[in-house]
């Protein structure tokens, strides 16, 4: 019974500081948007280094370059703390960072990477593609951490769904959740999950292709809708052009 009490309150813990992350991004996205934004050409500079470290010949030259290009990055966020574009200087500094762990599996390595997943987890949803990532490895290394069950893991998996609606991770984030809630095996989870795709991605074909990849054998809708252009140059908005009459459509 002890032990029970013990893992419903660090699971509690565990989702109060989850909901706490979210609501506090949101004011801290507020104060980014202060300071001058970095010139684009050192951001196309920085992203050039990141990717010009695959040319190296030897596995060293590669750590080294991928380094310089995570002190570079830091240096600049380091002069510009309140650029509203810093985000996306923290986003390559993120993936320089993911391939030295990859290189060097070292605990400095992994401690830095997490740090910048902390800061990056605040960003604005404008640059909710850039911080999902880094907000799912937090989340998760949070869940290992505790030894959470598959109740905890789901538990947590429901607010990161919330999170990510409508914004421009909002479809790889009903992926992913789809994938875990399959994993874990919650029919219930799954179902709103394919309920929210057919509400907000019905035309979407790379949906409706996961779908059918990973819901073999289920039935689910997808329905004929968008805005397409027709040979006399004009356009036609699927269903609601079509309303009320018989239609023959020829692609």
Not at 13 to 34: D, H, K
Not at 111 to 140: H, M, S, V
Not at 228 to 237: E, I, L
Request: aromatic share 6%; hydrophobic share 45%; proline share 4%.
């Amino acid at each position: 019974m002890q032990n029970e009490n013990l893992k419903t309150r660090a699971h509690q813990r565990f989702i109060r500081v989850l909901l706490t992350a979210v609501w506090m991004s949101a004011g801290v996205a507020l104060a980014q948007e202060n300071g001058a934004p970095i010139p684009q050409v050192k951001i196309d500079a920085l992203r050039g280094a990141l990717a010009a470290h695959e040319d190296e010949t030897s596995a060293a030259r590669q750590r080294l370059a991928v380094k310089r290009m995570i002190r570079d990055g830091n240096e600049l966020l380091e002069t510009n703390p309140t650029a509203p574009n810093r985000f996306e200087i923290l986003g390559l500094v993120f993936s320089a960072q993911q391939r030295l762990f990859r290189m060097d599996d070292s605990a400095r390595n992994r401690e830095a990477l997490l740090e910048t997943c902390k800061e990056l987890a605040k960003a604005p949803d404008q640059y909710a593609a850039l911080r999902f990532d880094a907000d799912l490895l937090l989340t998760q290394t949070e869940l290992a951490r505790m030894g959470a069950d598959a109740d905890a893991r789901l538990a947590a998996l429901k607010p990161m769904v919330r999170r990510y609606r409508d914004t421009p991770a909002d479809a790889k984030m009903l992926r992913i959740a789809t994938v875990m809630a399959l994993e874990l095996g919650d029919a219930k989870l799954i179902k709103d999950l394919r309920e929210q795709m057919s509400e907000r991605f019905a035309g979407d074909l790379d949906m409706i292709k996961f779908q059918r990849e990973k819901l073999g054998g289920q039935v689910f809708g997808a329905p004929f809708c968008g805005t397409f252009k027709r040979s006399d140059g004009t356009t036609m908005r699927l269903p609601g052009d079509a309303l009320g009459k018989i239609n023959i459509l020829y692609f």
